[in-house]
């Protein structure tokens, strides 16, 4: 079992920057970021691979958010510039299967508790 513990959510103006941070009790293979905003499903944001050379994100953040990962860490980051009031939401970090990471992380074996993030305009 893996637990995976989010931080830096907070309260940030329109344009300006956030990195969240998930750090893993144990290994991983494929890991990313999904969000669930008021009323909303959750949705698919990023992905990265084991290696961390393969990223995919959704095109509603593409451009604006860059996920990385530290093994060494076990830690997968979120970098989020030019926040938007419609990226508000809680932010949940989810860990997949190898190659899970081309399938907007299909499969999801777990999942963190979530952090909120707010973007006022």
């Known amino acids: 079992q893996v637990q995976l513990v989010e931080s830096g959510g907070g309260l940030v103006q329109a344009g300006g920057s956030l990195r969240l941070s998930c750090a893993a009790s144990g290994r991983t293979f494929s890991m990313g970021w999904f969000r669930q905003a008021p009323g909303k499903e959750r949705e698919f944001v990023a992905a990265?691979?084991?290696?961390?050379?393969?990223?995919y994100y959704a095109d509603s953040v593409k451009g604006r958010f860059t996920i990385s990962r530290d093994n060494a860490k076990n830690t997968v980051y979120l970098q989020m510039n030019s926040l938007k009031a419609e990226d508000t939401a809680v932010y949940y970090c989810?860990?997949?299967?190898?190659?899970?990471?081309?399938?907007?992380?299909?499969?999801?074996?777990?999942w963190g508790k979530g952090t909120l993030v707010t973007v006022s305009s």
């Open positions: 990265v691979s084991w290696s961390g050379t393969g990223t």
């Open positions: 989810a860990a997949g299967p190898p190659g899970a990471e081309s399938r907007r992380l299909a499969g999801v074996n777990y």
